[in-house]
């Protein structure tokens, strides 16, 4: 490979079309603010370097980022890349994600508004987000040991694990389909409206009513923590270590917890079960007190 050392570029598309380039400690930055440093490039190795300027990197393949840092000035990082692995990097430009592929992140952080939209299958570990519409419409993601702050995150994805990520972030997984989370801490209002075949296992959610409209949910082992007018037209098989504020007119299924404040069924086409203490709840169309 080419090599490429501490340089300064700040001209439109520096390094346009390149292939077979390992650029290490520079700096894309200076007064003729060009834009799209790395555009159309393949086999693309960067390392410590700095980016201050926009759409670095944009329709490349085969592209290894690490130990970047891309400021707020670098917006919209990554458009349209495929195999590509970032490891150690700031990435904190808006957008800075993007109709990508077969992505890969390590102990990076993000802070980034509207980050991995339409994104199709990213792996991502050891890292920390904040983030507006965070990874919406995007599917096969993998996260583990992720920690998030933020809104309206997770939505329209589908076929995706998450396993010991830590998430504070309302309207999460709203429209999410085929999704399963594990050992992992969720709070936030409005959790997973409108879902499909959703599966939390061994989590702890909090937050105001959460898992309504849903289909084909499931929650194994979990605790809730100030969850009220829970399940609301819900289809639900769940097992709840833990007391539950309130629950509402779930549609069908089974739910099961340890203690329960309050249970609501003035729905006449509410037909789920609860269980409170192994012993079954009974209401008939009123308002129930536990």
């Known amino acids: ?49 700095f980016f201050n300027l926009r759409y670095p990197f944009w329709h490349d393949t085969d592209l290894k980022i690490d130990g970047c840092e891309m400021t707020d000035l ?21 957008k800075a994600l993007r109709e990508c592929a077969d992505i890969r992140m390590s102990d990076c952080d993000i802070v980034s508004p509207e980050f991995g939209w339409s994104v199709r ?14 990874m919406m419409r995007s599917d096969h993601l993998t996260f583990d040991h992720v920690t998030l ?12 694990v998450f396993t010991n990520c830590t998430f504070d972030t309302k309207d999460a997984f709203w429209h999410a ?55 609301e037209k819900s289809d639900v098989e769940a097992v ?5 504020d309130s629950i509402k007119n779930p549609r069908s299924g089974r739910i099961e917890v ?5 249970l609501i069924m003035d729905d006449p086409e509410a037909e789920g079960t609860v269980f409170a203490g192994g012993a079954a709840v009974q209401a008939s169309g009123q308002k129930k007190e536990v």
């Open 1 to 49: 490979m080419q090599i490429i050392e501490n340089r300064c570029f700040d001209e439109e598309r520096a390094l346009y079309g390149s292939h077979a380039l390992a650029v290490k400690n520079c700096r894309f930055d200076g007064p003729a603010d060009g834009e799209s440093a790395f555009k159309e490039c393949t086999d693309i190795a960067v390392q410590n370097s």
């Open 258 to 262: 340890q203690g329960l404040g309050e």
């Open 240 to 244: 709840i270590l833990s007391d539950v």
């Open 149 to 160: 702050k933020g809104k309206y995150s997770f939505q329209y994805i589908s076929d995706s």
């Open 177 to 231: 389909k085929n999704v399963v989370v594990k050992d992992s801490t969720i709070k936030g209002e409005y959790l997973a409206w409108y879902c499909e075949n959703v599966t939390f296992e061994n989590c702890l959610i909090i937050g105001t009513q959460p898992l309504c409209y849903c289909r084909g949910l499931k929650l194994v082992n979990c605790r809730m923590e100030k969850c009220d007018l829970s399940f």
């Open 121 to 134: 299958g990213i792996e991502m570990k050891n890292s920390s987000a904040q983030s507006e519409y965070f």
């Open 74 to 94: 670098c917006r919209a990082a990554l458009w349209y890349s495929r195999n590509v692995s970032i490891n150690d990097t700031k990435l904190h430009g808006i």
